[in-house]
């Protein structure tokens, strides 16, 4: 049973146009969480969700726009793509509310390249 | 904002040595954690650290919360092939998840 799942491993499109990478975890955690991997692999926080409120957004552009419509999923709509949009994308999730805390568990990342 | 200084950012290494890596923080973190990254997959945890001063071991790998508690130090024995990867140190401020930039660990044939 895989953890946290998301969809697609790959999406190559062409910029202006709209996507979505879905995520979806069976852990019962209560927080979720989308990470940028830049191509220097560098991990940066996007968003957090707890129990599907938004509680972190670290000056991700508005053309980004997290949805969370119950707490084992949180889906990543993002608008106008621009080439520096590409990237790997990481959905994550985590239990804050502990205790016990737990770490976060990641899923296999989608890979988006905008041409 | 608050930030992960790890080094180093690369290592190259023969097979068969010892590796040491470490993390600092420039705050008071409650929890370490370190995950390894191998190449097209996501970060997978090797080792949580909940207590100042904890060390705590995962088969080669052991890894020691700083009794400042603002660092963490990794350290693997005996290298073998499949440690090639990038190895993360990470810490829960606030309700989010941050991590360092990476140690590229590189075994030499």
């Known amino acids: 049973d895989t953890a946290v799942s998301q969809t697609p491993k790959y999406l190559v499109t062409q910029m202006g146009n709209d996507k979505s990478i879905k995520c979806e975890q069976n852990?019962?955690?209560?927080?979720m969480y989308w990470y940028k991997q830049d191509s220097k692999k560098f991990l940066k926080i996007m968003f957090s969700y707890n129990n599907k409120e938004l509680i972190i957004n670290e000056t991700v552009p508005n053309r980004f726009s997290p949805k969370s419509p119950d707490k084992a999923h949180l889906n990543l709509h993002i608008n106008s793509l621009e080439l520096g949009d590409s990237a790997v994308y990481f959905c994550?999730?985590?239990?804050?509310?502990?205790?016990?805390?737990?770490?976060?568990?990641f899923g296999q990342g989608t890979r988006l390249t905008v041409v | 904002g608050q930030q992960l200084n790890q080094s180093p950012q690369s290592m190259f290494i023969q097979e068969g040595e010892d590796v040491s890596m470490n993390c600092t923080s420039s705050s008071i973190f409650n929890t370490w954690l370190w995950y390894k990254q191998d190449p097209g997959e996501g970060p997978v945890l090797l080792i949580a650290l909940y207590k100042a001063g904890e060390l705590t071991s995962n088969g080669r790998l052991t890894a020691q919360f700083g009794i400042t508690r603002k660092d963490s130090f990794l350290n693997i024995s005996a290298s073998i092939p499949s440690d090639v990867g990038i190895y993360f140190c990470a810490g829960p401020p606030d309700d989010k998840i941050i991590f360092g930039k990476g140690t590229r660990l590189h075994i030499l044939p």
């Open positions: 852990l019962g955690h209560d927080t």
């Open positions: 994550a999730s985590s239990q804050l509310e502990g205790p016990p805390w737990t770490e976060a568990f």
